[in-house]
């Protein structure tokens, strides 16, 4: 059994062209940051000049540190993380996998009196016995997950800046991301995708508003472009008390619409005026269970449903362009109307804010602004951030709801997400009825006005991560909430249910489930990612993030084209294997789908989510670039373009990637892998011992390996 090996599946690329640069592996305790002067390695401790035998020099041991001139040997480094709210639970727990994996069994004992040596036992014997897991965190590292629960985008600008809102005092190692890497934001950032999730529509069908009596609030309160008095936003002075605007999908001009008098049934559920309240299969109305982002009656993204709903704001007087903003143009297309053009029926549609750091957010908005061009000559921005390009910078909570009328205090884009208080986290639809509490169940004195809360919920629409929805009961509920001091309106009087499921919409037709989030096929399909950054990262973090990705397969080849991985071990918690346990986690614990280095995965991709189209899993392959100019058949010294980072040590061994023209000759290294050896390391060359030979066939080598069981670090050249 090899000792630890940091990193198997950690490589170093470059880009080959005018901006070389040069970064460096972190292998000690401390913060992200640059690395330190080269230091002398010693050998295996408790050895007077030499190792003991089964075990390798460095770097195939602990990581090694240096303080007041004096070589150390921590048993484990701290990798702080922050961003995703979708993956923060998931990561815990296999945070918590990782820390169990370091702590038993651990052959490798640890004196009372000195803890940063390996305690041998009686006589110096080979501590590394039967029991020894190298592979699954033998160093004992610890992962701390979720410090400031922050959101993608702003996770990776706590780690590619070191900004707001909350970077932690000691530094982001690797932000969680449930979006990809921002090249503006992390030009030097990399994501390892880990898992597959979808982004779905959510709606409510499962109430009945008019079991809690009649909604009062809704028919009397007045809507500032229907008050019935001539002002700014009622020019003409039309509608009056419980009244709602919509706009007409031919002109944009504002259409005043009565809210029905005696209360509503489930408007997603296809319920119009002179339905039973109490109808569902019976409804006349078309359901509401499809989220599209195409085009409608022959015009041009901006038709869309999902883009009149959440990125409109406001009337437009481009046809089929104008802000939905009532249940009917959605439900109500008789005469054969297009699904948002049909007739209002005064029932408000209510827009869930949801934080706009999030990598959810992203996903769904980039859904609904797909397709959407450059915005005609007076027109609104067609940008759902306020801006142009892709989501991530801008507010893209300008439709949504604040306070009892939900179509009063929206936008203006840019301000809305600052100062609307009803702006929810990702992925908890329960806070859609503590925004209903908030608006009625305290305004009212005396009353927790049940009926105005239920038509809150009926009318809201929301987007979450399927995975979240799936696995946690919470994610896939609201309420109704009684206010304690109430005498009258409070929910459950009569038996009725207070508590509602949420329903998950398909999306351009297309069913979120497995076999549509690995194809891609379902608009919305994404890649949850952790992020690290090349110039920064440490090998505590890579070996945990690599830990995350590997397959568990058997040794192959060397090459991305055929990876390699490490054989995960017995966790003897539970008896089983560790892979068999992360997989248990991801998939069954949290309703994602995993990712290794070897899946599968089909292109097409919407959004990009950085996958190799038709091939493995590439993003699970840590890098860390690094400059190289050539490397030549007969010649053992390679020339980098910069200096050599100082963790590269001498008596690394290098090999080729498989199918080029190179090769160190015949196998003889783990895995039944060629290599050579470095054996001198001079500003930026190395020296090997043995010179690389020709294939006679293959195409330049671009890719220089440092193998183990798998690769550990890569040097990209410029051919040979």
């Not at 991530?392 to 301000?415: I, M, R």
């Not at 080029?660 to 390391?681: D, E, Q, R, V």
Request: charged share 10%; aromatic share 6%; net charge negative.
């Amino acid at each position: 059994m090899q000792p630890l090996k940091l990193r198997r599946r950690f490589a170093f690329a470059s880009y080959v062209g005018a901006a070389a640069m040069s970064v460096a592996l972190l292998l000690g305790v401390g913060l992200a940051g640059t690395a330190s002067a080269a230091i002398t390695i010693p050998a295996f401790p408790g050895q007077a000049g030499a190792p003991v035998s089964g075990f390798d020099t460095y770097p195939w041991w602990l990581p090694a540190a240096t303080s007041g001139g004096v070589t150390t040997y921590p048993i484990s480094n701290t990798d702080i993380s922050e961003g995703s709210d979708t993956t923060l639970y998931v990561m815990q727990s296999i945070s918590d996998l990782y820390a169990q994996a370091g702590i038993a069994p651990f052959s490798c004992g640890i004196l009372a009196a000195a803890n940063t040596v390996c305690n041998q036992g009686s006589g110096g014997s080979n501590p590394n016995n039967t029991q020894s897991d190298e592979t699954d965190n033998f160093s004992g590292s610890q992962e701390l997950v979720g410090t400031n629960d922050v959101g993608s985008g702003n996770g990776q600008s706590e780690l590619c800046n070191g900004s707001a809102p909350a970077a932690p005092a000691a530094g982001v190692d690797y932000s969680r991301s449930s979006k990809p890497v921002s090249s503006s934001t992390c030009p030097t950032g990399v994501e390892l995708g880990f898992a597959k999730d979808a982004v779905v529509g959510i709606d409510f069908l499962n109430i009945d508003p008019a079991a809690y009596g009649t909604p009062t609030g809704y028919q009397t309160q007045v809507d500032p472009q229907c008050s019935g008095t001539v002002t700014t936003l009622d020019p003409t002075g039309q509608g009056g008390p419980g009244q709602y605007p919509s706009y007409a999908s031919s002109s944009g001009a504002v259409v005043c619409t009565q809210f029905p008098s005696g209360g509503i049934g489930s408007v997603a559920d296809g319920w119009l005026p002179g339905n039973s309240l109490t109808c569902t299969t019976t409804c006349t109305g078309t359901k509401f269970t499809n989220i599209t982002n195409t085009p409608i009656n022959g015009g041009t993204g901006a038709t869309s449903v999902a883009y009149r709903l959440f990125c409109q704001h406001g009337p437009s007087t481009t046809p089929d362009t104008s802000q939905i903003t009532d249940w009917g143009q959605l439900t109500n297309l008789a005469g054969g109307k297009a699904v948002g053009d049909g007739a209002p029926i005064g029932v408000p549609i209510r827009i869930i804010g949801i934080n706009n750091g999030s990598g959810t957010v992203s996903t769904f908005y980039n859904f609904a602004q797909s397709g959407i061009g450059t915005p005609a000559s007076g027109e609104p921005s067609t940008d759902c951030a306020g801006g142009s390009g892709n989501v991530g910078s801008g507010d893209v909570d300008q439709n949504a709801a604040s306070g009892q009328d939900p179509l009063n205090n929206q936008g203006p884009a840019g301000t809305n997400f600052i100062s609307n208080p009803e702006v929810s986290l990702e992925n908890t639809p329960s806070q859609v009825g503590d925004f209903a509490y908030a608006d009625w169940g305290t305004s009212i004195s005396g009353s927790s006005d049940a009926a105005d809360q239920a038509v809150d919920i009926d009318t809201s629409l929301y987007s979450m991560s399927l995975g979240a929805e799936k696995s946690n009961p919470n994610a896939e509920i609201t309420s109704i909430e009684n206010n304690p001091s109430a005498t009258s309106g409070n929910c459950g009087g009569a038996g009725e249910p207070c508590t509602f499921t949420v329903n998950v919409m398909t999306a351009n037709a297309h069913t979120a489930a497995n076999a549509s989030e690995l194809n891609n096929t379902y608009p919305m399909a994404r890649t949850l990612f952790n992020i690290y950054r090349t110039d920064t990262v440490r090998a505590s973090t890579a070996g945990f993030l690599n830990w995350l990705c590997d397959s568990n397969t058997a040794p192959a080849s060397i090459g991305e084209s055929t990876p390699s991985s490490v054989q995960k071990e017995t966790d003897h918690v539970d008896g089983g294997n560790f892979d068999t346990d992360l997989n248990n986690i991801i998939q069954s614990q949290y309703d994602f789908i995993r990712l290794t280095d070897s899946t599968q995965e089909t292109p097409n991709t919407t959004p990009t989510d950085n996958v190799s189209a038709g091939g493995v899993n590439a993003s699970c392959d840590a890098k860390l670039t690094i400059a190289a100019s050539g490397v030549s058949a007969g010649v053992t010294t390679i020339t980098m373009a910069a200096p050599v980072p100082s963790t590269v040590q001498v008596g690394w061994p290098v090999d080729f990637a498989s199918g080029t023209s190179l090769s160190f000759g015949a196998a003889n290294g783990l895995g039944g892998a060629a290599y050579g050896t470095i054996t001198n390391i001079s500003g930026s060359t190395i020296t090997v011992a043995t010179a690389p030979q020709s294939t006679g066939s293959g195409s330049a080598p671009t890719t220089l390996y440092f193998p183990g069981q798998a690769p550990i670090l890569q040097i990209n050249t410029a051919g040979s």
